[in-house]
């Protein structure tokens, strides 16, 4: 191994160092004294209740473990948005499971909380997984209600989705294992079964100090929405348990007996490990982004018997496409190159940026594998298009366009991880957010931006200056250094993959080794969901 390979992987492996000590934190939700309070009233925390309810030694895929990191600070913070969510195997069944956190301000919902809890039901009806809920929350944050109630993507929408998956036929069971209070009860109770734990448990449209307020009336919490008055009283809920055990052990006993699915039918044989070492991606991937890489090297280290079939692979070969298999399922890969490379033509092609030939390539193989019905995996470290006169006279924007297209309106379930940058148009031909891959996770690695930082802040530099100009305003040389440097910092902050984690742009940052899980556990999910809707691209650009 040279010199580059050694610094690289020890950089890199700084980073997910860097990213484990943070999931430590977040793991501790309100903190270890919250947690405490939580035991003292013979309740698990929302970590403790999905540890005991899943299947001994099955994988949990978290998805928003950073959502609101870094936001709310003048309240105190929202760690993992005061909800946590994620795909997870009960009684050998794949579900998705929302658990409120109570360490987190009692588990009150948040402006990110609302985006977190609708994010995973998205999760569920893309997928036709089975949700479970595990309800223990103060309901809306007030101070922010403007931000979390009125609004089409805000906490009412919740309800709407349990309606509409109710009708699709998933399955949800609800536990109401804490506070359930306002228009946060009707998620439970719209739920196929609810069960209650007795004393901890409560559900009410308001509590007793607003029914006071509001009628008059005297009367306690318990009484006026405690497990017995809704189990034995209004009907309200089905089950009440005496702990959180116990009702945690009737929800595997539905789950027991819960009948089969039926399949999309992806393509899988047994699982083989990469014959190249995983690990080494930690010392190929250069810390600098700037420096070049065979992006072949990565995806031999994540495929099954590091084994890739690729696709036109003399042509366009700034995008790599082919297929190969990922814990055993079939996958069509479209990864950027990120080393430079000679077209037959003699031109030279940077890394990592998309020129007209390959965009061209991409969007025949993302049709080829929607005939097969092969999932797609997207491996993003995109610059963005080609740029200038030779590209704009060439077609870039049409054969971009017609990527985008393909990519767009496939129907075959898409994923991608983010291993480096992820800026501007690229973003989107690379199955961004927007275009809705049933999962997307980066890599600490990652960078997500309309451009990178530096070309960011010159052009906004020059911006700033123009404008103190144009008021007659003299900038030195030493003041321009200044207002760069701020301008920088502040714009790298923007372009770190937490910023992007903690507003869910991304489902998760992941140690790149996790990635084959990801992806497997992704296509698994999607095998639930039978594909209906016919491959129609539209108009196509020629």
């Known amino acids: 191994m040279d010199i580059a390979f050694n610094k690289n992987e020890d950089l890199n492996k700084q980073e997910v160092d860097k990213l484990k000590h943070k999931l430590e934190k977040v793991y501790l939700g309100g903190g ?37 990191d870094g936001m709310y600070e003048d309240v105190g913070g929202c760690p993992s948005a005061g909800v946590v969510t994620g795909i997870g195997y009960v009684e050998g069944r794949q579900v ?68 509409k998956m109710s009708s699709m036929g998933i399955i949800q069971v609800a536990a109401i294992m804490g506070s359930c209070v306002a228009g946060g009860a009707y998620l439970p109770i719209m739920a196929d079964e609810a069960m209650i734990v007795n004393k901890t448990g409560s559900i009410f449209l308001a509590g007793s100090y607003l029914v006071k307020a509001a009628i008059g009336e005297t009367i306690d919490n318990e009484t006026l929405g405690g497990a017995s008055t809704h189990c034995e009283i209004s009907g309200v809920t089905d089950n009440k348990h005496e702990t959180d055990k116990d009702c945690l052990n009737d929800i595997r006993r539905i789950f027991n007996k819960i009948g089969s699915f039926e399949k999309a039918g992806f393509n899988r044989e ?101 005939q097969r019905k092969i999932p797609l995996v997207f491996l993003q470290d995109v610059s963005g298009f080609m740029i200038g006169s030779k590209s704009e006279h060439g077609g870039i924007i049409k054969d971009g366009a017609k990527m985008v297209n393909a990519m767009a309106n496939s129907v075959v379930p898409k994923f991608t991880i983010v291993i480096g940058n992820s800026y501007g148009a690229g973003n989107y031909a690379m199955c961004g957010k927007a275009y809705d891959p049933r999962l997307i996770y980066a890599w600490p690695t990652a960078q997500i931006a309309v451009m990178s930082g530096a070309a960011a802040a010159k052009t906004l530099l020059q911006i700033r200056v123009a404008t103190l100009k144009a008021k007659g305003e003299v900038i030195s040389d030493e003041d321009q250094e200044k207002m ?59």
């Open 32 to 68: 270890e004294k919250k947690i405490a309070s939580q035991h003292e009233k013979g309740k698990l925390t929302a970590r403790e209740r999905i540890e005991y309810l899943l299947d001994d030694d099955s994988e949990f895929l978290e998805i928003g473990a950073f959502a609101a």
């Open 96 to 163: 998705v499971i929302v658990a409120n956190d109570a360490t987190v301000k009692a588990g009150a919902w948040f402006p990110m909380t609302a985006k977190k809890n609708l994010r995973a039901q998205e999760v569920a009806m893309e997928n036709r997984l089975p949700v479970i809920y595990l309800v223990d929350s103060a309901g809306v944050f007030l101070p922010m209600q403007n931000e979390i109630f009125p609004d089409k993507e805000h906490f009412g929408r919740q309800f709407r989705n349990n309606a």
């Open 270 to 370: 047994e699982s083989a490990a990469p014959k190249k070492d995983e690990n080494e991606i930690y010392g190929i991937l250069p810390n600098d982004r700037v420096k070049p890489y065979d992006t072949k090297d990565i995806i031999e280290r994540l495929v099954d018997n590091s084994e890739f079939d690729e696709y036109k692979a003399l042509y366009g070969k700034s995008i790599i496409c082919g297929t190969a298999r990922i814990d055993g399922w079939a996958v069509g890969i479209i990864a950027n190159q990120r080393k430079v490379v000679k077209t037959k033509k003699g031109e030279m092609q940077m890394g990592g940026v998309i020129y007209s030939d390959s965009a061209d390539k991409s969007a025949r193989f993302i049709m080829n594998c929607n």
């Open 484 to 542: 760069l440097k701020e301008i920088t910092d502040k714009y790298n902050e923007e372009l770190s993959p937490y910023y992007a984690a903690s507003r869910l742009w991304v489902d998760g940052i992941i140690d790149p080794l996790e990635t084959r899980k990801v992806i497997s556990m992704g296509i698994e999910a999607a095998d639930h969901a039978p594909i209906e809707k016919p491959f129609n691209v539209g108009v196509i650009q020629t």
